[in-house]
């Protein structure tokens, strides 16, 4: 099995998504080859997480989630991120919720952690700007590079954030 976990921008510009989900199709697609099976693992957070998570099953593949917090679903902050969420929720291989109670930067650092050490592969969905805050997209990158986890960068041309 190759296990490839996800971290990425939540905010993607008009436009953006179609651009990410035809990447990581490909991508996915390119690491899948050859593989006796494919675990993508995923936050499943709005943007790039969900988007890979749907290739990953579109792939066949099996879809493990880490939630960094109890009660994950209430943050998402409209009906159609809700839907996706419990889509995916459904389709998930394995579920593991972070021992949080609500929504902290130490809650979402952790789960990058457990999301790192399922990991042989990260694939980031990232713009290549330093994180506003921690535990954003360039700190996970930067965990998995001292790690020593292969990361690959995905922003295709065109790509903005909102």
């Excluded at 493990?64 to 995916?88: G, K, T």
Aim: charged share 25%.
């Amino acid at each position: 099995m190759r296990t490839i976990a996800v971290t990425g921008h939540m905010g993607l510009a008009e436009g953006t998504e179609a651009l990410v989900r035809d990447a990581l199709r490909d991508l996915l697609g390119e690491l899948a080859a050859g593989a006796q099976g494919l675990v993508g693992v995923s936050c499943i957070a709005p943007g790039a997480d969900s988007l890979f998570a749907e290739a990953v099953l579109a792939w066949g593949g099996e879809l493990s989630v880490v939630l960094p917090f109890r009660d994950y679903r209430r943050f998402l902050d409209d009906e159609e991120h809700r839907a996706r969420f419990d889509r995916l929720m459904k389709a998930a291989s394995h579920i593991t919720v972070m021992p949080y109670p609500e929504a902290s930067l130490t809650a979402f650092e952790a789960a990058n952690t457990e999301l790192l050490q399922r990991a042989e592969r990260l694939i980031a969905v990232w713009d290549g700007a330093p994180s506003e805050k921690g535990g954003g997209t360039a700190a996970v990158v930067a965990e998995a590079r001292e790690a020593g986890i292969p990361v690959q960068v995905v922003w295709p041309s065109g790509a903005r954030r909102r």
